[in-house]
């Protein structure tokens, strides 16, 4: 990532609380940076590729019987399941 078209932004304070009168000089100034994030977009697709794994073992061997697709989308079936039992599991 990369700041770019930084400015730097006075913001004037008063000591007093409430609005100031018209023409009252500030007591002094905050300073703020105002800035573009720029993101190198390679940067974040290998990040991505590097975080992406997922393993998964079977003992289906035979790709003609299960697709890794179909595979996957039983495993994440299952979770339904465990969901709807996790109450019996609780011991209150």
Request: charged residues 25%; glycine residues 8%; contains cysteine.
């Amino acid at each position: 990532m990369r700041l770019s078209q930084l400015e730097v932004v006075p913001h004037p304070y008063y000591h007093k609380p409430g609005r100031p009168r018209i023409g009252q000089p500030p007591d002094g100034y905050h300073y703020r940076l105002q800035g573009t994030l720029k993101v190198k977009q390679e940067v974040v697709a290998l990040a991505r590729r590097r975080a992406g794994r997922f393993v998964q073992a079977t003992n289906v061997l035979e790709s003609k019987q299960l697709s890794p697709e179909e595979i996957l989308c039983e495993y994440k079936g299952q979770q339904c399941t465990e969901r709807g039992f996790r109450f019996l599991k609780d011991p209150m």
